[in-house]
């Protein structure tokens, strides 16, 4: 699309994540389509690594019915990782540095050998090197948690912190796995790894293709968030939370008051 201001619109998405003030939705006003806002988005994380922050991964999005009902968009999408984004696990987040933060449950896989592009993933087993349970902190930079797709793209799908579990073989089968998301000891929500396109192994067939489309190209160290596999809750002052996946075990984070 001609006349966008890829960077201009990456420096409001920039400034309200960085002062953790919600803007209003732009995609209306400024005519972003789904390729300008992947656009916008590349021009946003280049914000961060010009600061010095590294590329260090892919997550995915709105790869499960239970996500895609909360924010009512229904396409997957991907988004851009940064070392800055991770938190250790068991690690305090400051939820006063976000604007409506929420968590959620996910599988994180560690990239080893990935096939060419456009080939699909022959053997996952030799393309992902571990599995691991992870909670992923999204903070939507509009107003109300609401946007449209090109919105959501732009705005590096919400992308704002991630904790990764301890890493595992990849096992047998990931993909009927119970996934609980618990608040402060108690269940916040269920869901099991099917919820992730039927099988989270999908999740990462489709990121090779979709971020194919606009040149990226994932390799071997990245990390790869599959996508939740339930809604995500609001992250209170105060909270412990923990992500529970059967067989995998679990990762936790801690919200400062
Ligand atoms: C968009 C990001 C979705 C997921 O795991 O489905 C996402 C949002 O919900 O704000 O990260
Ligand atoms: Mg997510």
């Given at each position: 699309m001609i006349g966008v201001?890829?960077?201009?619109?990456?420096?409001?998405?920039?400034?309200?994540?960085?002062?953790?003030?919600?803007?209003?939705?732009?995609?209306?006003?400024?005519?972003?389509?789904?390729?300008?806002?992947?656009?916008?988005?590349?021009?946003l994380v280049q914000r961060r690594l010009d600061r010095g922050e590294r590329l260090i991964g892919l997550k995915m999005g709105l790869t499960s019915r239970a996500k895609m009902a909360q924010v009512g968009v229904d396409e997957v999408i991907w988004g851009r990782l940064t070392d800055a984004m991770r938190v250790p696990d068991g690690g305090v987040v400051d939820p006063s540095a976000y604007i409506h933060p929420r968590v959620e449950p996910e599988v994180a896989f560690l990239l080893d050998r990935l096939p060419e592009p456009g080939e699909p993933v022959g053997d996952f087993a030799s393309a992902v090197r571990a599995v691991a349970p992870a909670i992923e902190l999204i903070d939507s930079r509009y107003a109300d948690f609401r946007f449209s797709l090109p919105d959501?793209?732009?705005?590096?799908?919400s992308a704002a912190a991630f904790v990764i579990g301890p890493w595992s073989p990849v096992p047998a089968g990931l993909d009927n796995l119970g996934v609980l998301l618990e608040v402060d000891g108690r269940v916040a929500q269920v869901g099991s790894t099917a919820a992730i396109l039927g099988d989270p192994?999908?999740?990462?067939?489709?990121?090779?293709?979709?971020?194919g489309r606009h040149g990226v190209r994932l390799e071997s160290g990245w990390v790869f968030?599959?996508?939740a596999a339930t809604a995500a809750v609001p992250l209170r002052p105060g909270a412990h939370v923990r992500a529970v996946v059967e067989k995998l075990g679990t990762a936790s984070l801690r919200a400062s008051e």
């Open positions: 201001d890829t960077l201009g619109v990456a420096a409001k998405l920039g400034e309200a994540a960085d002062t953790a003030t919600a803007i209003p939705q732009l995609a209306d006003e400024v005519g972003l389509d789904v390729p300008t806002a992947y656009g916008v988005q590349a021009a959501v793209i732009a705005d590096n799908t192994r999908r999740a990462l067939d489709e990121g090779i293709r979709l971020a968030l599959a996508g």
